[in-house]
């Protein structure tokens, strides 16, 4: 079946603005993760979602980053006022549940911040 | 605070040449040990989980165990396809988040 899908797969943007990035789970997957990857610093977590509960946001670097999941299903993380440590990978992973919790992940979205 | 070491940071080998990988690790109590490969521009395939000392997984030329303290990631006369990033992660009972190490950078030559 399809896996984690994002989008974009590549952003450039400038210092300042905001950016968005998607993630479409693997369809019956009720958890969902984001973390971040950079040269350096390993792949690091930001948040997870698990159905309708309320959201571990303890990941989050700053009140710059948010995430919400809607519909249990898609999620969308939100950087606003990107700063040039914002570059780095984000990746999206989804668990079939808190039970069967391996982690699958998609190809990532790469944040290039000029 | 749970943490994960991997070693060598990289690792050349040539065509069938055999070797393990370490994942070191601390954590308040395990849940699950994972490994992962991933390749270039792409994101972390799922290989392995272990749950409990002594256990042993096998999958192609790769065989992952687990002690209470580390687990090894051994590749059996491996192939220049073989070569990728190989990531390890912890998940400690009570969290969801995956604790992750470094990762080991194998390159296999023909």
């Known amino acids: 079946g399809a896996g984690v899908s994002q989008s974009p797969s590549n952003k450039v943007t400038e210092k300042g603005k905001d950016v968005e990035l998607r993630c479409d789970p693997i369809?019956?997957?009720?958890?969902l993760y984001w973390y971040r990857q950079s040269l350096g610093q390993g792949l690091e977590f930001l948040i997870y979602?698990?159905?309708?509960?309320?959201?571990?946001k303890s990941g989050l670097p700053s009140d710059r980053f948010s995430a919400e999941r809607t519909g249990g299903s898609v999620s969308t993380l939100t950087i606003q006022r990107t700063q040039q440590e914002d570059s780095a990978v984000y990746l999206c992973?989804?668990?079939?549940?808190?039970?069967?919790?391996?982690?699958?992940f998609g190809p990532g979205t790469r944040l290039t911040v000029t | 605070e749970d943490q994960v070491t991997q070693s060598p940071e990289a690792l050349r080998l040539q065509e069938g040449e055999s070797s393990s990988l370490n994942c070191s690790y601390t954590v308040s109590g395990l849940r699950g040990l994972f490994w992962y490969r991933q390749d270039p521009g792409k994101g972390p395939e799922f290989l392995f989980t272990l749950y409990s000392a002594g256990e042993e997984k096998e999958k192609e030329r790769l065989k992952a165990t687990l002690t209470k303290k580390e687990s090894f990631l051994h590749i059996t006369a491996p192939k220049p396809e073989d070569s990728a990033t190989y990531l390890c992660?912890?998940?400690?009972?009570?969290?969801?988040?995956?604790?992750f190490g470094q990762g080991t950078r194998l390159t296999i030559n023909p």
């Open positions: 979602f698990q159905g309708n509960s309320a959201p571990d």
């Open positions: 992660a912890v998940q400690a009972w009570g969290a969801q988040k995956l604790v």
């Open positions: 369809s019956g997957h009720t958890a």
């Open positions: 992973a989804s668990s079939l549940n808190v039970v069967s919790y391996e982690q699958y």
